[in-house]
């Protein structure tokens, strides 16, 4: 009789639960799930259906009430579901100075007060961290504008990572380039922003392009861009506007009308 006891408290356990987040899949009690791959300091998710359709008090299933994560590497942290959430939703942050490597995590399902007597269901997350979970290019690398001409350069940071993120784009090196833009992207996804920026004088400038995880300045990479400034014919156009030019009387007209092309341009 006790062993058949024991083999009923066994069989409650004996279900599947569904995952929601990262992936739509079944998670066996005991089973490890590999979420994929993160950068130090990123945040992962996950989302947990509560009901399940066996075990129980009646063998019929029920509902968990809340889910958290066991022991964590040092200096992570975790955010539990709310009780009673539906989902069941955990988010799990990694130190911003965790090595690269591969972790694991324990996350822990619970029917609150045993009401339902649904047990304790446990699995775990495999999660890799690397710093290799961002890249980003400029294109065009190098740029020829005339003198004022507004020359735009396509930044498109690409995240590899299966952590969704905020990213700093900067630009450094010449004064009256630099600039700052907070981009969020998503998990295996990119976004491309414009870079517009001109020169005022013939003149070779070099800036550099730094993109920059918000969670942690270990994942960061940077690159070279250049902008060639010569004069051109619309140019010396536009110069007729920023002042008197020595030229006949009887050409004025002319000089007047190449202004105001270059206005229109």
Known sequence: MRWLICLVLLMGTLFSLQMLEPALTQIEDGETFDIGTMGPGQTVEIQLHPKVYEGGIHEIGGNYD??????????????PSKLYGDPLQVKITADPYTEEGVYTVPIIVEDEGDGE??????????????????????YPPEKTAGIGQPARFQITVNNRGN???????????????????????????????????????????????????????????????????????????????????LFPVIEAPIYAFVGLLSNLW
């Open 66 to 79: 809340r889910a958290y994560a066991g022991e964590l590497p040092d200096g992570w942290s975790s955010q």
């Open 163 to 245: 952590a969704g993120d905020t990213f700093k784009v900067s630009a450094e090196g010449v004064s009256k380039w630099e600039f700052t833009k907070m981009v969020y992207i998503s998990p295996k996804s990119s976004k491309t922003i414009t870079y517009e920026v001109a020169g005022f004088e013939e003149e070779t400038y070099s800036t550099l392009i730094t993109v920059e995880s918000s969670a942690s300045s270990r994942v960061s990479e940077s690159r070279a861009i250049t902008l060639y400034v010569y004069p051109d014919l619309l140019s010396d156009y536009k110069a007729v506007n920023n002042g008197a030019m």
């Open 117 to 138: 007597q649904l047990g304790t269901f446990t699995f775990y997350l495999r999660i890799k961290v690397s710093e290799e979970v961002m890249d980003f290019s400029v």
